[in-house]
């Protein structure tokens, strides 16, 4: 009697099954239950809790993804993401290059007079505000920027009678030469701070946070002034001024470009070691790597494997900022040193009244730093799924 139930209990369970798949109800004694064509395109359980699973609920189906439709799934929130911030960054960069255009307009005089000087006659003034177009009013001057810009041609600087473009580029490579190579050294804070945060109250600990306080504490421009008169001046180990292009001379470049590098990261270095060590210590009392610590996990895995991720989201924040603070901070170090990068060329672009070259520098510096901002922002979703990037 147990059999013949059994069997039909089972003849049920797949007659029930059946139908589940196609929409339709099925019937079981005084109880009337619709089930609808559920599809998991993954199990959120284990192997053993999936197998439980079917047990409990026999008239769900699995059915994957398919491959190529997984992925575009997948993409788009960070295709969206992108899009939503460049379109946000499409009035900034507007209002800071008419910003540019207008401030030209602000000083007494024509942009032709302050160019020239106090000594240039009308008919050389005159003839410069037709060249260059200062004689129209802001709008339509900003228009035909624009226009030039689309097309690839911001005309050509005031002094070195060189295309823009090509000047912009070239100086560009040497700033985000710098940059990145700085960006790599400050990145040596993240593994010091692991290792401090995981003998927290050693010798070792408190030497190091002494440190990075002391060079937190110390301005930029005292640290260069300090560091070339140690390594150029009494050590003679590297030189004060000059530049050799990487694609001339790798080891050369490297030579020159070290003292620099050393000067802009040198502060970053100590502000993202503080950060790190403290979101370490915060992760490394969780309940979760306790349990890692009593399992009798390594030490190295627990921290690479359970710390970092859980401690990135504020680090890559104070990441982003760092690299737009050395992009900026190269303003100090590039004039120092006479390294040829958009820092050293912008401030040369301003004393001498080069508005196409300053003008195209500011629209630069607008793209990067919404590209940066806009990166760190992908970024949280990748290291973390369960941030929404929309």
Same mark, same amino acid.
């Not at 035909?144 to 070239?170: A, C, I, N």
């Given at each position: 009697?147990?059999?013949?139930?059994?069997?039909?209990?089972?003849?049920?369970?797949?007659?029930?099954? /059946?139908?589940?798949?196609?929409?339709?109800?099925?019937?079981?004694?005084?109880?009337?239950?619709?089930?609808?064509?559920?599809?998991?395109?993954?199990?959120?359980?284990?192997?053993?809790?999936?197998?439980?699973?079917?047990?409990?609920?026999?008239?769900?189906?699995?059915?994957?993804?398919?491959?190529?439709?997984?992925?575009?799934?997948? $993409?788009? @929130?960070?295709?969206?993401? =992108?899009?939503?911030?460049?379109?946000?960054?499409?009035?900034?960069?507007?209002?800071?290059?008419?910003? %540019?255009?207008?401030?030209?307009?602000?000083?007494?005089?024509?942009?032709?007079?302050?160019?020239?000087?106090?000594? $240039?006659? %009308?008919?050389?003034?005159?003839?410069?505000?037709?060249?260059?177009?200062?004689?129209?009013?802001?709008?339509?001057?900003?228009?035909? /920027?624009?226009?030039?810009?689309?097309?690839?041609?911001?005309?050509?600087?005031?002094?070195?009678?060189? @295309?823009?473009?090509?000047?912009?580029?070239?100086? %560009?490579? !040497?700033?985000?030469?710098?940059?990145?190579? $700085?960006?790599?050294?400050?990145?040596?804070?993240? @593994?010091? %701070?692991?290792?401090?945060?995981?003998?927290?109250? &050693?010798?070792?600990?408190?030497?190091?946070?002494?440190?990075?306080?002391?060079? +937190?504490?110390?301005?930029?421009?005292?640290?260069? !002034?300090?560091?070339?008169?140690?390594?150029?001046? !009494?050590?003679?180990?590297?030189?004060?001024?000059? /530049?050799?292009?990487?694609?001339?001379?790798?080891?050369?470049?490297?030579?020159?470009?070290? +003292?620099?590098?050393?000067?802009?990261?040198?502060?970053?270095?100590?502000?993202?070691?503080?950060?790190?060590?403290?979101?370490?210590?915060?992760?490394?009392?969780?309940?979760?790597?306790?349990?890692?610590?009593? &399992?009798?996990?390594?030490?190295?895995?627990?921290?690479?494997?359970?710390?970092?991720?859980?401690?990135?989201?504020? =680090?890559?924040?104070?990441?982003?900022?760092?690299?737009?603070?050395?992009?900026?901070?190269?303003?100090?170090?590039?004039?120092?040193?006479?390294?040829?990068?958009?820092? /050293?060329?912008?401030?040369? $672009?301003?004393?001498?009244?080069?508005? @196409? +070259?300053?003008?195209?520098? +500011?629209?630069?510096?607008?793209?990067?730093?919404?590209?940066?901002?806009?990166? !760190?922002?992908?970024?949280?979703?990748?290291?973390?799924?369960?941030?929404?990037?929309?």
């Amino acid at each position: 009697m147990r059999k013949k139930n059994g069997k039909k209990s089972e003849s049920l369970s797949h007659n029930c099954r /059946w139908r589940a798949a196609n929409g339709n109800f099925c019937a079981s004694g005084a109880h009337v239950l619709e089930y609808a064509p559920l599809r998991f395109s993954k199990s959120p359980f284990s192997p053993r809790q999936h197998q439980f699973s079917n047990r409990l609920l026999p008239f769900v189906e699995t059915e994957p993804l398919k491959g190529g439709n997984d992925v575009t799934m997948q $993409a788009m @929130p960070y295709v969206k993401a =992108i899009s939503t911030r460049l379109l946000a960054g499409i009035p900034v960069f507007l209002l800071v290059t008419f910003g %540019a255009t207008a401030l030209s307009n602000l000083a007494p005089g024509s942009p032709a007079q302050l160019i020239l000087g106090d000594n $240039a006659t %009308a008919e050389q003034v005159a003839a410069l505000n037709q060249t260059y177009g200062y004689d129209l009013p802001v709008w339509e001057r900003y228009l035909k /920027w624009l226009g030039d810009l689309f097309h690839g041609d911001l005309g050509q600087t005031l002094f070195s009678q060189q @295309p823009v473009l090509q000047v912009v580029m070239d100086r %560009a490579t !040497v700033t985000f030469e710098v940059a990145a190579l $700085a960006m790599l050294v400050s990145m040596l804070g993240i @593994p010091l %701070a692991m290792f401090t945060a995981s003998h927290p109250g &050693k010798l070792t600990d408190r030497a190091f946070r002494s440190v990075a306080s002391v060079v +937190l504490a110390v301005p930029t421009f005292v640290i260069v !002034v300090l560091l070339s008169y140690l390594f150029a001046i !009494v050590l003679r180990w590297l030189p004060a001024t000059g /530049w050799v292009n990487f694609s001339e001379n790798p080891l050369a470049n490297l030579w020159y470009v070290a +003292l620099p590098v050393l000067c802009l990261s040198l502060h970053q270095t100590a502000y993202l070691y503080r950060v790190a060590r403290n979101e370490f210590v915060t992760t490394l009392q969780e309940d979760f790597i306790q349990v890692a610590r009593a &399992k009798g996990l390594p030490l190295g895995y627990i921290l690479f494997r359970h710390v970092l991720r859980p401690s990135m989201p504020q =680090i890559l924040t104070v990441m982003g900022l760092s690299l737009t603070y050395m992009l900026a901070g190269s303003f100090v170090v590039e004039s120092y040193f006479a390294v040829p990068g958009i820092g /050293w060329t912008v401030l040369t $672009a301003v004393k001498s009244h080069d508005i @196409p +070259l300053v003008q195209a520098i +500011l629209s630069l510096t607008v793209v990067v730093f919404v590209t940066i901002f806009m990166l !760190v922002d992908i970024g949280y979703a990748i290291i973390d799924p369960r941030v929404n990037v929309t």
